[in-house]
């Protein structure tokens, strides 16, 4: 299972840091995903890495302001948030995937999400 967590409050402009932390062992086949869920909304993607390569995927919408990273010693992922917005609010949850996608249908061991604030 993959539980996020270091979700808050923030005011907007504000940057978070959320971790990602893996009960089992990632390889480098996996991708490391970031989804967020607004109440009344479907789970989006929002940010994805190889646990391998490295290589890093963003949705339109957070490019250029939120990074993803990887520390593959303590099987920890990262999603650096900053100049967040309002429309950022939203429970972010991590999840894994075996192949790209921005569908959550294709990630699995999902946990329970952190809840990311930002005030206007």
């Known amino acids: 299972q993959l539980q996020a967590s270091g979700g808050g409050l923030v005011q907007a402009g504000g940057s978070l840091r959320l971790s990602c932390a893996a009960s089992g062992r990632l390889f480098s086949s996996h991708l490391m995903g970031w989804f967020r869920q607004a109440p009344g909304k479907e789970r989006e993607f929002v940010a994805a890495?190889?646990?391998?390569?490295?290589?890093?995927y963003y949705a339109d919408s957070v490019k250029g302001r939120f990074t993803i990273s990887k520390d593959n010693a303590n099987n920890t992922g990262y999603l650096q948030m900053n100049n967040l917005k309002p429309d950022d609010t939203a429970h972010y949850y991590c999840?894994?995937?075996?192949?790209?996608?921005?569908?959550?249908?294709?990630?699995?061991?999902w946990g329970q999400g952190t809840l990311v604030t930002v005030s206007s």
């Open positions: 999840a894994r995937a075996t192949s790209y996608s921005t569908r959550a249908y294709d990630y699995g061991r």
């Open positions: 890495i190889r646990w391998g390569s490295g290589l890093t």
